[in-house]
């Protein structure tokens, strides 16, 4: 079974600054996929980024980047000149290329001070 | 619609009652899937809809557990004789066909349960 890891149940930052959340997993598969999603207190879970494990080139969407290191299984997700807005939930999920359901990691609690 | 809808929001049921979750999913998207969040967890994965049918449902925790789906339509999550441990959020998503290329779930908001 493959496994999300996120060490850091909490992580803080202040506005305009940049913060980078953890992520390892284990697989044993090598064409995946991983997301980065947000939880906002409306619960709603809203994709942020999403990388192909086959393409060697980091996603970035914005403000929003990774750092995916294959070899290492380590998904990181960068948030440059952080927001208020950007205080929420952030979980890492991870869905084999032949599969359908997200194995998703325990979530990092993101603080964003003024 | 244009998202995913979840209703109830919220429901306090008492021990032993059972309850019916509802999931309407984005027109068009076949795919369907039902996870819960307990307090201060990530998502575990419950159930998978293809149309009308659940290929996968091996993370539905127990007999109490069932869920059900009308066409590509509407979905029915029913947890029989609740327990205290059935507290959580449950939360519903769909996607079209899953293929080759995935560019993730829309999720609905969720549904909060409180079993007292």
């Known amino acids: 079974a493959q496994t999300v890891t996120q060490s850091q149940p909490e992580m803080s930052v202040q506005e305009a600054e940049t913060v980078t959340l953890s992520c390892t997993y284990d697989t044993s598969e090598s064409d995946y996929y991983l997301f980065w999603y947000k939880q906002p207190p409306s619960r709603q879970m809203i994709l942020v980024i999403r990388q192909e494990a086959y393409k060697q080139q980091n996603a970035t969407e914005n403000r929003f980047s990774v750092n995916f290191q294959k070899a290492a299984k380590s998904f990181s997700l960068k948030i440059s000149d952080s927001q208020l807005g950007d205080a929420a939930m952030y979980f890492c999920a991870y869905r084999r290329n032949s599969g359908y359901a997200l194995n998703f990691g325990k979530g990092t609690s993101l603080l964003v001070t003024p | 619609g244009a998202g995913v809808s979840q209703s109830p929001s919220n429901k306090v049921t008492e021990k032993g009652k059972d309850v019916e979750l509802r999931c309407d999913p984005i027109?068009?998207?076949?795919?369907l899937y039902w996870y819960r969040q307990r307090l201060g967890q990530g998502l575990e994965f419950l159930i998978y809809?293809?149309?009308?049918?659940?290929?996968?449902k091996s993370g539905l925790p127990s007999d109490r557990f069932s869920a059900e789906r009308t066409g590509e339509s509407v979905s029915t999550l029913t947890i029989q004789r609740t327990q205290q441990e059935d507290s959580a959020v449950y939360l519903c998503a769909s996607s079209p066909t899953p293929g080759p290329i995935d560019y993730g779930y829309t999720f609905g908001s969720g549904t909060r349960l409180t079993v007292v």
């Open positions: 027109s068009g998207h076949t795919a």
């Open positions: 809809f293809q149309g009308n049918s659940a290929p996968d």
